[in-house]
């Protein structure tokens, strides 16, 4: 069945640092893959999307691009502030059969991050 | 654009009795979601509805829970009895596009109980 799978935290960095969050997939269609973000306190939010392979998604200074070939999505940003700091989360959303007409979403452990000053 | 309201915000109940949440969609997003987080986790799909038709319920503990979206709009979720281990933050979401659409959920706030 679908799955994903992303690096084990919690990870820590300095303000400024680069921040790689792995993400990758298993899937038996073509799925759409999200990574949403959820502060302390708060509910999920969308942060960035793809929908397709070599799609690249972008928000907020996050970028993650859509690689079919290693079946990943890993979440990239060249300078974290301390207001990055949250659990983020990656998520696919697929057809669990060809004939079905609702899409099967799946969210990943969760990968948090802490970013100190 | 109102986002999706959920309530109550926190809850405290005894194991065995019952307990409902309420969730009230984005206006116009046909699909509907209950999730379950536990602390540390990611948030686990208990029930889906498109419109007001059930379409994946195959993780919703059904001897215990129950869940209703009357007239394709907000919905309810109910426990009875609840166990220790249903200690968790009830997340919906809903989404507008239809199936095959790849479309982004949009969360509420979350609803978080603690069984003593």
């Known amino acids: 069945g679908n799955s994903v799978t992303q690096m084990e935290g919690p990870v820590t960095l300095s303000e400024e640092a680069f921040l790689t969050i792995n993400c990758t997939y298993t899937?038996?269609?073509?799925?759409?893959l999200f990574w949403y973000v959820q502060y302390p306190g708060e509910g999920l939010q969308l942060l960035l999307k793809?929908?397709?392979?070599?799609d690249k998604g972008s928000n907020k200074g996050f970028e993650a691009t859509y690689r079919k070939e290693t079946t990943s999505f890993h979440l990239e940003k060249g300078s974290v502030q301390v207001s990055d700091s949250a659990v983020y989360f990656c998520a696919l959303s697929d057809r669990p059969f060809m004939k079905t007409s609702y899409d099967k979403v799946i969210f990943g452990p969760g990968t948090s991050l802490s970013v100190i000053p | 654009e109102a986002g999706v309201a959920q309530s109550p915000r926190y809850k405290i109940i005894e194991k065995r009795q019952s307990v409902a949440f309420w969730c009230n969609p984005i206006?116009?997003?046909?699909?509907l979601y209950w999730y379950q987080q536990i602390l540390g986790q990611g948030p686990k799909l208990l029930i889906q509805f498109q419109n007001n038709g059930v379409v994946d319920d195959s993780q919703l503990p059904k001897d215990r829970f129950s869940a209703e979206r009357l007239k394709g709009v907000d919905s309810t979720l109910k426990i009875q009895p609840a166990k220790l281990e249903d200690s968790a933050v009830y997340l919906c979401?809903?989404?507008?596009?239809?199936?095959?659409?790849?479309?982004?959920?949009?969360f509420g706030p979350g609803t978080r109980l603690t069984v003593t």
């Open positions: 206006s116009g997003h046909a699909t």
């Open positions: 899937a038996t269609g073509y799925p759409s």
């Open positions: 793809a929908t397709k392979a070599d």
């Open positions: 979401a809903s989404r507008s596009t239809g199936p095959g659409t790849g479309g982004a959920q949009y």
